[in-house]
């Protein structure tokens, strides 16, 4: 999850939305 995150540090909301939808809010 931490990778998604990362890649998608363009897209934070984005990243924030997928990481909230796995449950994992890694800020």
């Known amino acids: 999850?931490?990778?998604l995150i990362k890649l998608?540090?363009?897209n934070?909301?984005?990243a924030i939305a997928i990481a909230m939808r796995q449950g994992l809010v890694l800020v």
């Open 8 to 10: 998608g540090a363009a």
């Open 12 to 14: 934070r909301t984005d």
């Open 1 to 3: 999850a931490a990778i």
